[in-house]
């Protein structure tokens, strides 16, 4: 705003002056001077706001070279014609552009010594003397142009730091993926690797054991699937959850051989990413659980698709066998709760008559 009124007002001045310049425009003597010197004013203010808008070092150098031709004829305007004054109006916009572009100690000199200019040609040439609305003119420029710099400066700054935030966001979500990753198929695996020992401690069952180990083998290849799965989703290249969620539940019932049922009500549609993406860890984890903390039990996924948001329902219907101590910690349930909080979700997590219930819902 500052700009366009500085520059409206002094394109105004400018005509006014040159319809009131003693000596007059001519072609000859002093109105001469005066033509070729507003002309050669405004060709180098010009080309040197052309040139300087580059933001590469040899074209913002001629940039300020020609803004500071600028000046120093609109000053020869000012010492030839005084009373009027309309170069150096005009060539406010070139001062704006150099307090910009320059270091803040050489724009300060600048517009200080564009100050001292204007007084001692005042003094030397004009009537009235040093033209002080001139003086405070340039320094409201210089004052507006150095705010200006804070700002961008400021806006540059926020720019960086979000960009910053950015990236370790992404790391966190990369390192939760992991980890989610590694619990379901470190888990799983060792579930049947410590099932395949204990056939093999207990009554020498080859063929079971083989069965258990085929299976523990397929999981590693299955967990180095779903890492891949994983970058590939922070991409923003994710399968539809209704999809995943059918292929845990056949995951389920081929490592425990206990029906997993998966209900899907509403419309299905496609969801925001890290949406997606809650949703499907948040199943994987939830059957995960059951099969380490619940052997023997039944699953049952629920997915509802409602106006604004999706919902997870994950039940079991407790466990019928004993709870084999597997060692090793996790924090699936918090892992859980902490994804659905980064996107404005909720899990409620709790027993449901003899199992467990893990409910998420997330905006979509």
């Not at 590694?182 to 049947?192: D, E, N, T, Y």
């Not at 084999?324 to 979700?345: K, N, P, Q, S």
Request: glycine letters at 12%.
């Amino acid at each position: 705003m500052l700009l366009g009124v500085l520059l409206t007002w002094a394109l105004i001045a400018y005509l006014r002056g040159l319809l009131k310049a003693d000596p007059a425009p001519a072609l000859h003597g002093a109105g001469l001077a005066l033509v070729v010197l507003n002309a050669v004013m405004l060709a180098l203010l010009g080309s040197g706001i052309w040139f300087g808008r580059e933001s590469g070092a040899p074209h913002r150098r001629l940039g300020v070279v020609l803004l500071l031709g600028a000046l120093g004829t609109a000053m020869a305007l000012y010492a030839l014609a005084p009373d009027v004054g309309s170069g150096f109006f005009i060539s406010m916009a070139g001062l704006w552009m150099l307090l910009m572009w320059l270091p803040v100690p050489g724009g300060i000199t600048v517009s200080v010594l564009t100050i001292a200019v204007i007084g001692g040609l005042g003094e030397v040439f004009a009537s009235g003397g040093a033209d002080l609305g001139q003086m405070a003119a340039v320094a409201g420029i210089t004052l507006g142009a150095l705010a200006s710099r804070r700002g961008k400066a400021a806006q540059e700054a926020t720019r960086r730091a979000e960009a910053a935030n950015a990236v370790l966001a992404e790391r966190s979500h990369i390192a939760r993926e992991i980890h989610d990753i590694l619990a379901h198929s470190l888990s799983a695996q060792i579930v049947h690797l410590e099932g395949a020992r204990l056939l093999l401690a207990r009554d020498g069952d080859r063929v079971q054991a083989l069965d258990r180990v085929e299976r523990a083998r397929n999981l590693a290849r299955s967990g180095l699937e779903e890492t891949r799965r994983a970058l590939a989703t922070l991409r923003g290249e994710i399968p539809q959850p209704k999809e995943v969620i059918q292929e845990l539940a056949e995951e389920f019932y081929a490592s425990t051989g206990r029906p997993c049922d998966v209900r899907v009500t509403g419309a299905p549609r496609e969801l925001p990413p890290q949406a997606g993406l809650a949703v499907v860890r948040t199943a994987q984890e939830a059957l995960t659980n059951v099969r380490k903390h619940a052997p023997g039990a039944r699953a049952q996924v629920a997915l509802r698709y409602l106006t604004g948001k999706v919902e997870l329902e994950v039940t079991d219907t407790g466990g019928t066998e004993p709870v084999e101590e597997l060692g090793g910690g996790g924090y699936g349930l918090v892992g859980m709760r902490e994804r659905a909080e980064l996107i404005d979700g909720t899990l409620v997590t709790g027993p449901d008559g003899k199992g467990f219930r893990v409910s998420l819902s997330v905006p979509a």
